[in-house]
């Protein structure tokens, strides 16, 4: 019974710290003037004031663009205007990274800027940002799963309690 229930709570507290790091949250196919990208965002939605990457892959990956992500706030939304520059991944020559963070809740625009061969261009993406939890998934599975123990611990107790009733009954059938 304590093996289960250790194998219980592992399983509880691993289960919110699985993620898939190497597939991004959202991915949407946008034209910036003359290119064709795709854009990824590692989350979505994504969350204030925690930093996620924007990564841009042109569809023609002999094209050698430039550019940057400018983080705009929508309709409603109070707060300025942030550029960040969009650095080349490495190890690959087409792909474009930008690590940018969002200091408000709200609707937003995320604009990606590109400058190549044929010009420069732009294309927008609508975003929502939402507020973190008020705690991390792990710490509130662990507190909610907390009366499970004490149950447990109840069960048992009534079980040995039972078993101890019936013990003598059965010795005094004997004589």
């Known amino acids: ?64 663009l430039t550019g940057k992500v400018i983080v705009q706030p929508g309709p409603g939304t109070n707060g300025a205007e942030i550029p960040t520059t969009l650095q080349a991944v490495g190890g690959k020559d087409d792909s474009l990274r930008a ?37 991390q998934p792990w710490l509130a599975w662990l507190i909610g799963a907390s009366p499970l123990v004490f149950i447990a611990i109840w069960i048992g107790t009534q079980h040995r309690y039972r078993h101890s009733l019936l013990k003598p009954q059965s010795a005094e059938a004997v004589e």
């Open 99 to 135: 690590s940018v963070h969002i200091p408000v809740q709200g609707a937003w625009n995320i604009i990606v800027q590109l400058d190549g061969p044929q010009g420069s261009g732009h294309a927008s993406i609508a975003v929502t940002v939402g507020a973190p939890g008020a705690m």
């Open 1 to 64: 019974m304590r093996l289960s229930l250790i194998w219980i709570s592992l399983l509880i507290l691993l289960a919110g710290s699985a993620s898939a790091a190497s597939k991004p949250a959202r991915t949407d196919t946008v034209a910036a003037g003359a290119y064709i990208v795709n854009v990824s965002l590692s989350k979505d939605p994504p969350y204030v004031d925690e930093a996620f990457d924007v990564t841009v892959v042109p569809h023609n990956s002999a094209q050698k």
